[in-house]
């Protein structure tokens, strides 16, 4: 009855390795792409605290509009961390390396990833560049916002070049990821899942792991320019000596909007496998939500220049530019209306999971439409530099990205836990948060409209109610959130037990015991279909005894 | 083809198929990250392009022209190593262990004579024409970052080499399973083509 029958060529993970014993081996320098899926998930929601308390400083900062809570000076450090962290150390980490490693290779019907040692030192540079970036604090952080545009950057003190250097190794943690994800899906799919079955989580995986893997390095190279022109004199950006700031822009962008990418696409990817599980239809459009992906990766590399357009571009490359950002939006559309199609006619099941992902739907689609405003040249000259583009980028990276981990983690924890959040208090958090969020970030709209620019510490009093409407809103995301980590600790100790598939979900991971068993699979399953057909019989054969006791034999396949 | 069939003839051969074939899983991720090495260069190459064209002409006022003959003769060499690379899987994968080991050494002395060349025009630019990395604008800038960045590849390159070679007399490879040898190899001729790269953009034009 098992598939032991087919043989098995290629995966160091083939067979069933013993399992590490003792906690340093199977907890902290695991080997486990689940456990090491779950640090990056843990370390992430650290920062994600840490980076969300200095949000909340510029926030009371804000209260007023003579500020007052803290210096200017420090002002600018605080959102200047807070924006690469919440971009380098929360969303990228807890959506590549974190879903991407606990999920991906379940899903696709593998023991591990393709490189497990690789996945470990990926993971353990990750903290460490955290702890970096934070340290900056301590000789002066840098000042000049997440983009550190020089020469602002070269002028600061002397956390900038921790900055550079921390960005830099969380840039190798994310192409080491990126290269062992490729050849993950390209490599250890279980036999009979073609590329056309592979469930839409991997196809996203698949479509951001190139972008990791060659943005990144990208960056690493501005980077490492930067650190060099810092503590050497060595000019590249420094005009007075033939450097040139613009050049910095250039390559800092072309990075970062695939990164942009970057932490949407997974998230796409999660939206992909809730809406249809609690819709209990087929997902609509499967091949064109997959092609996709891959058309906006593509596509990312060609538009980085649309945040430069009031820093001097030549007029004849503005227009390309513009048009190839507008382009961009077509696959995204297809994306939102194949999953409006697929919730069309469903029987929606609105669990926490899935209102996180409809909200994500409402929000995301907001601040994508924001996305095609500010691509238009006229208009992004007037609101460049305002809360009008703060506001566009908290919609798709928070009430996109986020609500995307949020809906994730309500949706998997069961997988890595074995046991339910509780949905009660997660009902709470997803209203708190969606009314906080909307009422944190959608007067900032207008706020930017009206000119009031981002990265200053005072404002023009005119402004002040829908500053404080913003500050007092984003006290009650904060709060939400805080419900969300209470939700996880009560939910570890007391959760119901979840067993193997709590969703009635269809794909590979939800076909073996939560949580799955050191080697995953008894027996490495064979595919013979699309997981998101509903109502006909799974497309597996030999999962017979993933639920049973069979006791596994070492080294078999 | 998206509807969910239940084993139907014929999949189990396409089962087979897709499994039959045993692929390195190392190749392609070491393939991926030479990918990832060359967005690097071609990044700095970027810069390079960018500021020498932001003016002032090139090279900028008061810094010569860079010593073409003597930048040949020192890619020959390193082109010579790659062949004597190429020689020396080929060899290796025919079971000939002493023209492997031979054509081996004879890459790292190659190597090493690129690094010695680099070193000795590093030298005179240095000393001679006071072009240095942090001193002479954006020319010493790129100049040294990039050839440098290079002769770094190179001297992990030949220290990798080294490794191997003690690795292959100590019987660590067999002519079946070289993945070692291979990725050196392709490392080594990465190299190589930066280079043509480099000398391309820093002497010729």
Redesign the interface.
């Known amino acids: 009855m098992s598939t032991a029958a087919?043989?098995?060529?290629?995966?160091?993970a083939d067979h069933i390795h013993p399992e590490p014993q003792g906690f340093i081996r199977r907890y902290v320098f695991s080997i486990d792409h689940k456990i090491i899926g779950i640090q990056y998930l843990i370390t992430g929601f650290v920062f994600l605290v840490l980076a969300g308390l200095l949000a909340e400083v510029i926030r009371t900062q804000l209260l007023h509009a003579n500020g007052g809570f803290v210096s200017a000076d420090t002002y600018n450090e605080v959102y200047s961390v807070h924006g690469s962290a919440m971009v380098w150390l929360v969303i990228i980490p807890l959506i590549t390396g974190g879903f991407g490693n606990v999920i991906m290779p379940l899903q696709i019907g593998a023991r591990d990833v393709?490189?497990p040692w690789?996945n470990m030192l990926s993971f353990w540079i990750f903290p460490v560049a955290g702890l970096m970036l934070f340290s900056s604090f301590l000789m002066g952080a840098p000042v000049a916002g997440w983009t550190e545009y020089p020469p602002m950057s070269l002028q600061a003190g002397a956390g900038t070049s921790m900055w550079a250097a921390a960005i830099f190794l969380v840039g190798v943690s994310s192409?080491l990821t990126?290269?062992?994800f490729?050849?993950t899906m390209?490599?250890?799919?279980a036999?009979?899942m073609?590329f056309?079955r592979m469930p839409l989580f991997c196809w996203a995986q698949l479509a951001t792991a190139p972008l990791l893997?060659?943005a990144?390095?990208?960056l690493?190279?501005?980077l490492a320019?930067l650190f060099?022109e810092r503590q050497?004199?060595?000019?590249?950006y420094d005009p007075t000596?033939?450097?040139?700031p613009i050049?910095w822009q250039?390559?800092f962008w072309?990075y970062s909007h695939p990164a942009v990418y970057i932490m949407i696409l997974p998230a796409f990817g999660m939206i992909s496998e809730i809406i249809p599980t609690f819709a209990r239809k087929p997902i609509f459009g499967?091949?064109m939500i997959a092609f996709s992906s891959m058309a906006i990766a593509l596509a990312g590399f060609m538009v980085w220049a649309h945040h430069m357009f009031t820093s001097g571009l030549a007029p004849y490359l503005q227009l390309p530019f513009m048009i190839l950002t507008f382009t961009i939006a077509i696959p995204t559309g297809v994306k939102i209306f194949s999953w409006v199609a697929t919730l069309w006619g469903g029987k929606i099941h609105f669990t926490t999971s899935m209102m996180f992902a409809v909200g994500f739907l409402a929000l995301f689609t907001l601040g994508g439409i924001t996305g095609i405003f500010l691509a238009a040249v006229p208009f992004d000259l007037h609101v460049h530099g305002t809360y009008f583009v703060v506001a566009h980028f908290h919609y798709v990276l928070v009430g996109g990205s986020l609500m995307g981990i949020f809906a994730g983690m309500y949706f998997y924890f069961p997988k890595m836990s074995g046991r339910l959040m509780s949905e009660k208090i997660g009902k709470w958090h997803f209203w708190l948060f969606f009314i906080g969020f909307n009422g944190t970030f959608l007067p900032q709209h207008w706020l930017g409209m009206l000119g009031m620019p981002r990265r200053v510490p005072t404002y023009d009093p005119q402004f002040t109610f829908w500053n404080q409407f913003s500050s007092i809103s984003s006290y009650v995301m904060t709060f939400a959130i805080l419900l969300f980590f209470i939700n996880i600790l009560v939910s570890l100790r007391n959760g119901k037990k979840a067993g193997p598939n709590p969703w009635g979900a269809r794909t590979l991971e939800w076909q073996i015991p939560s949580p799955p068993h050191y080697y995953n699979f008894k027996h490495i399953p064979?595919v013979?279909?699309?997981p998101y057909?509903f109502s006909?019989?799974?497309?597996y054969?030999g999962l017979e005894e993933e639920l049973t006791d069979t006791p596994v034999a070492v080294g078999a396949h | 083809m998206a509807v969910a069939t239940l084993p139907h003839s014929g999949a189990h051969e396409e089962v087979d198929q897709l499994y039959k074939e045993t692929r390195d899983l190392r190749l392609q991720g070491f393939l991926l990250f030479l990918i990832s090495d060359c967005v690097l260069f071609s990044s700095f190459i970027f810069a390079y392009f960018y500021m020498r064209n932001s003016g002032q002409g090139w090279p900028p006022p008061g810094i010569h022209r860079l010593d073409v003959a003597f930048a040949a003769v020192n890619s020959v060499i390193l082109f010579g190593s790659g062949a004597t690379m190429h020689y020396a899987l080929e060899n290796w994968k025919h079971g000939n262990f002493n023209r492997y080991a031979m054509f081996m050494i004879a890459t790292i002395v190659l190597g090493l004579g690129f690094l010695g060349g680099q070193a000795y025009e590093y030298t005179n630019l240095i000393v001679k024409e006071h072009v240095t990395w942090a001193g002479s604008g954006i020319f010493g800038a790129s100049f040294f970052t990039l050839t440098g960045m290079h002769g770094f590849h190179v001297s992990v390159g030949v220290i990798y080499l080294f490794i191997l070679l003690l690795q292959s007399v100590h019987g660590v490879y067999t002519k079946e399973k070289y993945f070692g040898l291979t990725a050196g190899t392709l490392y080594w001729h990465f190299v190589d083509v930066i280079w043509v790269a480099l000398f391309s953009i820093f002497y010729l034009v």
């Open positions: 087919v043989s098995h060529g290629g995966g160091i393709a490189f690789l192409t990126g290269i062992n490729v050849v390209f490599q250890m799919r036999p009979g073609t056309t893997m060659i990144t390095t990208a690493a190279a501005a320019a060099m050497f004199g060595v000019p590249f000596k033939g450097g040139s050049m250039h390559m072309f499967y091949k064979t013979y279909g699309l057909d006909q019989p799974l497309p054969k």
